[in-house]
T-cell receptor
Framework: KAGVTQTPRYLIKTRGQQVTLSCSPI?????VSWYQQTPGQGLQFLFE???????NKGNFPGRFSGRQFSNSRSEMNVSTLELGDSALYLC????????????FGQGTRLTVV | AQSVTQLDSQVPVFEEAPVELRCNYS??????LFWYVQYPNQGLQLLLK??????LVESINGFEAEFNKSQTSFHLRKPSVHISDTAEYFC????????????FGSGTKLNVKP
């Protein structure tokens, strides 16, 4: 079974631009969640989707948004990029409705210059 | 909400020595507990988890963790570490009714020396 796939792996953007990151969950998984990892703040929850519905949202500004498609693939978008948005963005998929396990992708390393 | 505290940011240890990585959590509701490992430039891999039942849980590569409800702890132990265990370890907690939202600790870098 293929794991969680995140594309692209690396990305360099300029301040003020917007970016879209993609996540393909493990086949059959319907829950996808996103995390931001930085040296200063650690791993922080962004949002979680289940069957195309956002069920949970973390404390991030509205510039961070996401969506999930009918095939469970998910995208997250960051608009008006700031230097502080430079981070490793991790996607995780879960096989069940509840939080008994999360499988993580390798992440997308976003650098904002 | 939940929170996790990992008291040690770095733990140096010699190969074949025992190690304990500490994790304490805070929550007003029942929780699930997890340990994840992250190698450089990689995502997180699940090491072990406590959902219910026996408070001692084990991984396939020799790690174990014990859920202690009274002390709100979930410390990770290994009796003999290998060089290949060098990585960063994250403790995580999730409220049982909080869907797939995990709160992570700040991580502990385990550095195994020859």
């Amino acid at each position: 079974k293929a794991g969680v796939t995140q594309t692209p792996r690396y990305l360099i953007k300029t301040r003020g631009q917007q970016v879209t990151l993609s996540c393909s969950p493990i086949s059959g998984h319907r829950s996808v969640s996103w995390y931001q990892q930085t040296p200063g703040q650690g791993l922080q929850f962004l949002f979680e989707y289940f069957s195309e519905t956002q069920r949970n949202k973390g404390n991030f500004p509205g510039r961070f948004s996401g969506r999930q498609f009918s095939n469970s693939r998910s995208e997250m978008n960051v608009s008006t990029l700031e230097l502080g948005d430079s981070a490793l963005y991790l996607c995780a998929s879960s096989p069940v409705y509840q939080n008994t396990e999360a499988f993580f992708g390798q992440g997308t390393r976003l650098t904002v210059v | 909400a939940q929170s996790v505290t990992q008291l040690d940011s770095q733990v140096p240890v010699f190969e074949e020595a025992p190690v304990e990585l500490r994790c304490n959590y805070s929550s007003s509701v029942s929780v699930y507990l997890f340990w994840y490992v992250q190698y450089p430039n990689q995502g997180l891999q699940l090491l072990l988890k406590y959902l219910s039942g026996s408070t001692l849980v084990e991984s396939i590569n020799g790690f174990e963790a014990e859920f202690n409800k009274s002390q709100t702890s979930f410390h990770l132990r290994k009796p003999s570490v290998h060089i290949s265990d060098t990585a960063e370890y994250f403790c995580a907690v999730s409220g049982r009714n909080n869907f797939n939202k995990f709160y992570f600790g700040s991580g502990t870098k385990l550095n195994v020396k020859p």
